[in-house]
Nanobody, 119 residues
């Protein structure tokens, strides 16, 4: 079992920056795919960024060039650096850890952290 805790959300003006953190309860990055999702009011949850255990990354088109996902294995922490923030980035951001096996999938979610981009 894995617990994930997000932090770093808040209110920021358009064009500003925030760095979100996702702290895991134990070392999991070697076997889990880590990702950030977000959900705005009235919309479905969408994938924002993802990392793999081998260092690959993937970003939604809407955030490419502005967001960067990274990890610190020593701290068991995943980060999402968000630059040039836009009002449409406003959402609750969730950290996710996923592992697919032959028998079952393992999915863990953080509680979410609110990001609000507004003047």
């Amino acid at each position: 079992q894995v617990q994930l805790v997000e932090s770093g959300g808040g209110l920021v003006q358009p064009g500003g920056s925030l760095r979100l953190s996702c702290a895991a309860s134990r070392s999991i990055f070697s076997i889990y795919t880590m990702a950030w999702y977000r959900q705005a009011p009235g919309k479905q949850r969408e994938l924002v960024a993802r990392t793999s255990s081998v260092g690959g990354t993937n970003y939604a088109d809407s955030v490419k060039g502005r967001f960067t996902i990274s990890r610190d294995n020593a701290k068991n922490t995943e980060y999402l650096q968000m630059n040039s923030l836009k009002p449409e980035d406003t959402a609750i951001y969730y950290c996710n850890a996923h592992r697919a096996t032959f028998n079952r999938d393992y999915d863990y979610w953080g509680q979410g952290t609110q990001v609000t981009v507004s003047s």
